[in-house]
Structure formats: C-alpha cells, structure tokens
C-alpha cells in the first residue's frame, strides 16, 4: 500500500493542476447562448433533456479547450403549440439565443417555431420525428421527411403484396405533404392510395371515430398508412380498437412519429399492438452502447433509483447528436461567433411582439456552419444536406404486447429485407403479427374486404329478352320469387366458392337498380361507379372505355366478334369436273407412280417373257397398257418373275386405294349438296346499301358505326328468332343481309338453327366476357385466379354443357358440306411405299443380271470415247437377248425340237420370227443392228446348235464385231431337224435349218 500511494497523490496533484487550467479556460470562454424547447411535461421531452445535457458535458470533456461555451436555455412548451411559440419568443427576444433545438412533438408546433426562428435569422434544429415545414433557417437533424419515410412504407405493402392503402395524415401542410410521395412509392410496387383523409390535430374522440367509419365504408382496403403527430396517433388507434378496426383483417402501418416513439406506457402499447411502423436505422457501436449504460444510469439517479428505464431510442440519440458540440459549440467556433448581437427589425413598428423580435447578426453564418458540419453520431452519420440529414436506412418494427420489435430492414439498394447483411441484400421480413392476431399467429390478411362496410355484395345482373343460356331471369309464379340463373351465373356461383373464404352476396336485377324496365350494357357497368351496386355478373364485354371507369376479370367465354349470315347451295358443274377429286400434283405423282412401275416390270420381264417383247413401240404400248390397266384389274400379261408377281402384290394394293378415294370423292362431290355463306366480304354490304343486324345494347353497334356503315341501315334484334326471321327475308325484304354480334352470342344462335346460316367474314378481335368490379378492387383479381383454376379443371367445361350442350352437336359454326379435293400430301405415305418397292426390286434383278452374265461383259474389251459407248450398246444387245433358261422358251425350245411333218413351214415361221426381231433391233440399236439380228438367230437356235457355235471362246465384242460385217448370205441354211453329234469335242457350228 506505501508503494501505491505516492502514485495515487502524484495523479491527485495533477488532475487538481488539470482542472485549474480548465477552469481558467472554462472562464476565459466565450459564451454561447442555446435555446432547448421541449415538452418537460412528457417522459419523452425529459428524457431528450438529459440527453442533450450529456451531449454538451461530453463535448467539452472531448474539446477541454474550447474558446466557447454553450449555455443551454431550456423552455417547456407543454405539447401546446402557442407555448412552444412564447417559449420560442422568450429566447429570441430575452435570453438572446443564436440558436434553438427543438424537440416538438406536434406538427403545428414544429412549423410554428421553425417560422419564428426562420423570421429572426435564428437556425433551428429539429430531431423529432414530427413533419414539418421546410424554412430557409430550419435544420432537420431527424432525416424523416415526407419523402424518405414513402419508401419504406410502400416497401412493407410491396412486401405482402397489398395492393391499395388508405392514408389518414395530419391536417397540416406537412402532413399532407406525404401524399404525393407515398402515391409515387406505392406506384412503384405496383400499388396505389385508394382513400385519404386528413385529421385535425385537436380532433375530438367524436371527430376520430367520423373519420374512421368514413374511411371504412368508402373503400374496401383494409390498409392504413397513419402519418401524424405521436400524440395524436395514440388517440386515433384508441378510437380504432373501439370501434373494431384493430381487429383481424385490418392492417395498420405508420411513420417514424410513431416508429420513434419513446417511454410508451402500456395503455399505449396495447391500444398499438400488431402496427407495424418504420423508424431511422441506428447502426450498434461501442460508442451507443456507453451512452445507452451512463443514460440509463443518470435516469435511475434523477429519479430517485428508479427501475424499468427503457433503453434510449433513436429519437434520444439524435437529441444527442443535436446537441453536440459538433452540431452547435463547435459549429458556433467555425463561425466566427465572438457574442451575440441582433439588430433591431426593419421598419416594424407593431405592437406584437413578434413584431418587435430582432435579426441575428451571426444567424447566417451559424447555418452554414450547421450544414457544413459532419460526424459520427450515435445515431449514425451526422451530415446535413438539403436542409435535413440523410437517412441511409429504416427499420421496420412490429408493436408487440412487449413493445416495439424489429422486424426487417430497408434500404435504397436492397429494400426490404430481414437483417442487414454486410452485402446489404436480404429479402422479406421476420414473423409480422397483425392487429387481432395471437402473439404465435402470423397470418398475413390479405388487406382488403369484399364490401366496404362489411355487409353482403349486391351483384347487378342484366334483364335480357332473349340468349337467356348466359342470364335468365324471371319471376317464379310458384314461390313468387324473382330467379336468376345462367352459364355467367354458375361461373361466377363457382369462382366464388373457389375462394378460400367465405363471401356473402346477393343478385338484383339491372332494372331494380337503375330505375328503369331495360337499359344498354353501358348503363348496367356505370352501377359499379356509381357505388349503386358492388359488382357486375353477366354478359358484359370487355372494352377498352370501360376498362377506364371499372375493372374486369379475365375473360371467361370466346373472344372477337363477327357476323352471321344465310347460306346458298351450290351444285357440281363443269366439263372436266371429274379432275376435281385429286389435286393437279396428285394426278402428276399417280402418273409417275404408274410409269415407273411398268417399267420396272417391263426390265424385269423383258428377257423371260415372249408377252414383253416386240418392236420398240410395241414395248412401250406395253409399258403404259400393263401399268394402266391395273385400274380395272384388266392386264392380259402375265408376269413370270417373283420379283414381278411381288411388285404386283404391292401395286394392285396402292391402285385399289387410290381407286377407291377418288371414287368415293368424286361421289361425295356429284351427290352431297354445297352450301356457301351469301355474303362474306363486309366491305360488299357496306357498298351495296344492304342492311345489317346487331344486338340490342350491344357495343358492336359503336363499332359497325366505325367501319363506315350509315346508321340508317343498322336494325336491333334480341333474340335468336328475331336473327332469323331478319336473315330469311333479307336485306330487300325487310330484313338484313348480316347478323353482327359476338362470337358466343353466334355459336348460341347457329346451335338453335342449324340449316340454312353461318358464320363468315373475319372474326374481328375482343376480349370476352367477364365480370366487372370497382376501379382498383382487389377482388377482379382474386376471382380471377379462380376463373383460372376452373378453366384448368373440369367444372368449367360441365358449365359449359349444361347451357350451351355437347360441343359440335348442331354443326358448330354452321353448314358446310363442300368437300375437298384429295391432295398428294393424302397418298404420300402410298407413293413412298410404291417406290421403295420398285426400287429395291429393280435393284435387286439387275444386281442378280449382271451377276449372271459376269463372265459376258468382263469379256468385253476396255475402251474409251466412241468404243465405251459401243461397249453399252453391246450390253443392251446382250440384255435383249432372250433367256433360254426361262421356263416358256425352254419350253417352246422342246416343241420346236421334236419331228413335225410340217418342218419346212415351221422352219418358214421361225425365219419370219427371226426377221421380224432382226427388223426391230435395228430400229431398236441404229448402227451395228445385224449384230443383234445374228444374236437373234443365235437365241433361237437350240442348246446344241448354240453349245456348237455360239461357245467358241470368241471375245463377245469380237464376235459382236464380226457379225456386223459379215453378209447376211453367208448364213448356212438352216436343215429341217438337228442330229446331236455324240462326241462334243471340237464343236463346230453346226448349220442351221433353212
């Protein structure tokens, strides 16, 4: 302890030395005069007063050598504007302030002193919450100005996706001033103010509750957006829980006022419970925290060791920041302040006192240096531009039986989000419980009612004369009821039950509520404006003039509107109408199918088949004969080969087909009546003079006046009789040459009369039918999703049967019995199997040809230029050549072989036979032709006489050569019978028989 001490007396010694110096500065100061009004009278404007007391002590235990020193004035304005304007008085005129912190708590008081300070060049800096009206000497260290505070609060709608808000504000300038920032805001989350009202800030219990029934029972949002004094809040949530409207459903949103608000007692956190409010974000620091334990601290010994002291709020923070000596000692150094001095007022020679109030000599440099003038405060950065600070985030709190909770965060960059991360994104807010709820329910109502003031929907519904498939309604003799009933009803019966809560409503006739027996379609959608009925269930169309007063739901039936008109038949005429059936590239393709498919008989039997040979133009009649004649199944040919007989198969198949199509479209074409519409262009009835038809009350009256028809020659109908009486007598006979109406309306009446109408024309674009609602209701789009989900189910097609019957059960659009002709597109799926089938056996045969005669044409010798083409020629020659191992020639081979009496004529007829084949080869061959006419001879020969002859190892060219220059005389005779020589060693060509 002897060793610590002279330590502990060295550091007494010092501070005392310390503080001797202080004190001597503290007393060479300049002192600086600092008016403070508050509400002394609240625990909030006691609480600020600390607060600022321990900013001015920090500042000057920071800045020890200070050359001023501020003095703080303090003043209580009691809540009470007129107060708060004396006490504002009092320090300009006696206590001569340079400057005044204001902590006021209403609106009316914060613009009262803002425009005295703003009179007497004296700056005043404001840090509550309260809107008010920007002055040139008004320095708002709150940051909550109408604009910033619109952001947020459109963030939390946009959050839950609510669509329309009610705004109840202050009846001041700034408090309406919020209105269009927050319209702008909500606009761009898709959003928009449905109602507004302004509230007086001395309004009775009496006044309240008029403003909060109004409200209700103007619209049917259930959001609000409170933007008033907190004081007067507190009293409008009372009067809200009184009369119901903090209840379930109901949403309650509002401003920093009420965000920041401090010291609540627990009347008014019960009367707040579930408001969800925004406030300036306070970022943690060290530097907060210390303050948060000394302020507490100095509460609990002001106050006799109180307990339960809050912890300080943002708005006590920024009290603090106010009241810095870097937002007023040291900002009054900067200036230049060496005392006060205000000159007297110019040419005022009132008796009020205001009048009498001077001008601040240093008030304009004290501003600047107020504007100038940057920190770190405890409630985040302390920097003045524009007038006021910048807030570079909001919380968002959720009022709780405990108190004020945080919720979310919002920022320009990110938005709404649940925490601030150090990337600032985030999406969404924590668990939200609204007004009604229990502390675990987190339901999120869905912000709107059905009916303003809670009682059942009145849906208008048409009183029509006629198409009672979409709305019939008419009086029960039995019950002495009126009965509504339809296709429109059951659909909107049905989305209605599809919501997941239950909506009460109640049908009445357009005549029972606007007054009269009938009306158009434009009066009936005018009722919902006219706040005369809640909704419109019926055959309403959807258009764009409408859609400016209404809303619509999506659409539920057919869309687009055309015209209706009588047919006339039409019979088949026309000297080639039998071409009509198949289309010109079908009768191209079948004409190639049938070419194509003789010839490849034809090559396949040619060498085997006596019937497919002869002269070049009997061989061709061949072709085109066996192919065509398959027709009628009448080919006198008879095939020999497989291949052949397996094409046939394949052939006969597709001529069968083929046949029997065109047959049965040519019938359907001479027998079946054609009925074509009259008219179908519009433009020939507007030329022509001819009258049209249009629905009673229909919009499409408007739009025939559009395409230039005169108004003389348009005749109402309403029913579907009436359609077709009119369209029977014609435009000469009183009646009209067209029927105009919409889409749904014509499929009704072509289901009705089937024969004799249809539809033509182009169909013209439209939207539909649907159901028509207030201008912003929320429920256009609920019922809407239910539309959707009924189309994709199966309800809506019963619906659907149930008025208008089994789809295409009378025809549809109509009579139309014109038959088309068949195209190649019908029989493309034939051809192809017709030609791959012939192909595969062409290829086949030849491969199998030249497989047999290999050792024929490797015999032939290479060549080039004119012998290549000698060389093919030889080739055609070798494969017209008769095949004497077919079944028939060797047949024949064995009849001509065998002893006749009558040899020498047979030998006659043979030669004739030769001739002839010689005769057609060289019309076949040109050049070289007594080539072919040897081979010829050669082929009729027998086995022996060509195993003699014709085997002599001679190249086949060779000898193809020599018997083209060798003279037909050479020829031995050929003798009457053969004697086959026994020994077969060399053969010698053995003479044939004359």
Known sequence: MGTRFPSAAASLVALWVLGALVGHRAAAAEPVRVGVILDLASVAGRRWRTSIRMAVEDYYAVHANSTTRVELRFRDSSGDAVAAVSAAVDLIKNAQVQAIIHGAQTAAEAEFVAHIGGRAHVPVLSFSAVPAAPTPFSVRASADDDSSQAAPVAGVLGNF???????????????????????????????????????????????????????????????????????????????????????????????????????????????MRGVVAVRRYAPPTRQAADFAKRFTARLQRDNDGARDIPVPTVSTLRAYDAAWAAAAAAAVEEAGISGSAFEPPEGSTGPTELDQLGVSATGEKLLKALRDTAFDGLAGKFRVLDGKLQAPAYEIVNFAAEGPRTVGLWTRKSGISPELDNDGSGEGLKDVVFPGLEQSDIRVPKGWAFSPAGQELVIAVPVKHGFWEFVQVYNDTTTNRTVISGYCIDVFDAAIKALPYPVYYRYEPFYGIGGGNSGSYEQLVDLVPGQKADAVVGDVAITG??????????????????????????????????????????????????????????????????????????????????????????????????????????????????????????????????????????????????????????????????????????????????????????????????????????????????????????????????????????????????????????????????????????????????????????????????????????????????????????????????????????????????????????????????????????????????????????????????????????????????????????????????????????????????????????????????
């Open 161 to 271: 996706r609510w669509r329309a808000a009610v705004l109840l504000h202050e009846d001041s300038p700034s408090g309406a001033a919020i209105a269009p920032a927050l319209a702008d805001a909500l606009r761009g989350v898709g959003a928009s103010v449905a109602h507004r009202a302004a509230v007086p800030a001395g309004a009775s219990d009496d006044r309240l509750d008029a403003v909060l029934y109004r409200v209700s029972a103007a619209t049917t949002t259930r959001v609000f957006v409170v933007h008033m004094s907190l004081t007067l809040a507190l009293r409008l949530f009372r009067r809200a829980v009184t009369a119901g409207m903090m209840s379930e459903g109901y949403v309650w949103i509002a401003t920093a006022a009420v965000g920041e608000a401090d010291a609540l007692s627990p009347e008014d956190i019960d009367a």
């Open 545 to 994: 003039s409408r859609m400016a007063e209404v809303d619509f739901t999506m659409p539920f039936t057919e869309s687009g509107w055309s015209m209706v008109v009588a047919v006339q038949s039409q019979t088949a005429t026309g000297m080639f109408f039998f071409l009509k059936p198949l289309t010109p590239a079908l009768w191209l393709a079948s004409l190639a199918a049938f070419i194509f498919t003789g010839f490849v008989i034809w090559v396949i039997e040619h060498r085997i088949n006596p019937e497919f040979r002869g002269t070049p133009l009997q061989q061709f009649g061949i072709i085109f004969h066996f192919a065509f004649s398959t027709l009628v199944f009448a080919h006198r040919e008879n095939v020999e080969s497989n291949l052949s007989k397996f094409l046939m198969v394949i052939w006969v198949f597709a001529v069968l087909i083929l046949t029997s199509s065109y047959t049965a479209s040519l019938t359907s074409m001479l027998t079946v009546q054609k009925l074509n519409p009259s008219v179908t262009d519009v433009n020939y009835l507007i030329n022509n003079g001819d009258y049209v038809g249009y629905q009673e009350g229909s919009f499409v009256a408007g739009e025939l006046l559009k395409m230039n028809f005169d108004q003389s020659k348009l005749r109402s109908y309403r029913t579907p009789a009436e359609y077709a009486d009119a369209l029977s007598r014609g435009s000469d006979n009183g009646g009209v040459a067209a029927v105009f109406d919409e889409v749904p309306y014509l499929k009704i009446f072509l289901s009705q009369y089937c024969d004799g109408y249809t539809m033509a024309g182009p169909v013209y674009k439209g939207t539909g039918f649907g159901f028509v609602f207030p201008k912003g209701s929320p429920m256009a789009p609920e019922v809407s999703r239910a539309i959707v989900g009924l189309t994709e189910g199966y309800d809506m097609g019963l619906i659907e049967r149930k008025w208008f019957g089994a789809p295409g059960a009378c025809g549809g659009d109509g009579v139309d019995a014109s038959t088309a002709s068949l195209t190649l597109w019908n029989f493309s799926g034939l051809f192809l199997i017709t030609a791959v089938a012939s192909s595969i056996v062409l290829i086949v045969y030849l491969a199998t040809f030249v497989y047999r005669e290999r050792h024929e044409l490797r015999a032939a010798e290479p060549g080039s230029g004119s012998v290549s083409l000698k060389r093919f020629r030889a080739w055609l020659q070798h494969y017209d050549r008769k095949d004497m191992t077919a079944p028939h020639f060797k047949q024949q081979f064995w009849s001509d072989s065998s002893p006749s009496t009558n040899g020498s004529s047979h030998g006659k007829k043979r030669e004739r036979a030769e001739q002839e084949e010689a005769t057609a080869m060289r019309d076949f061959g040109g050049p070289g032709a007594s080539s072919l006419s040897d081979h010829s001879r050669m082929d009729s020969a027998s086995p022996l006489e060509r195993k003699g002859s014709g085997e002599l190892r001679t190249p086949f060219e060779q000898r193809i050569g020599e018997g083209a220059t060798e003279k037909r005389a050479s020829t031995p005779e050929r003798k009457p019978s053969l004697k086959v020589p026994q020994n077969t060693e060399g053969r010698k060509k053995l003479p044939l028989s004359p």
